[in-house]
């Protein structure tokens, strides 16, 4: 039962995000082996001024060590 969930800026529209959360459980479901009704996606909107503290602090860089994708930025911190 895989639960994704994704932190982004502002901007997308809900049509927007019901299409990416439809293509990420199909491709959740194809790699690791379970249906579509056992995936659920969360699309959560941070504006880019809270972004290092409620997303870079408090959930990259803690998990840095079950990281499979890391960013192609930092702040000042290897990850």
Known sequence: MPHVEIKCFPGRNDEQK???AERIA???AQ???CKTSSVSVAIK???QEEWKS???DGCIVPDK???YK???YD???QI
């Open 31 to 33: 790699t690791m082996g």
């Open 54 to 56: 409620k997303v870079w």
């Open 70 to 72: 890391k960013p192609g």
């Open 65 to 67: 060590d079950v990281l």
């Open 26 to 28: 199909e491709v959740l």
């Open 45 to 47: 909107d941070v504006p």
């Open 75 to 77: 702040y000042g911190e």
């Open 18 to 20: 019901r299409e990416c």
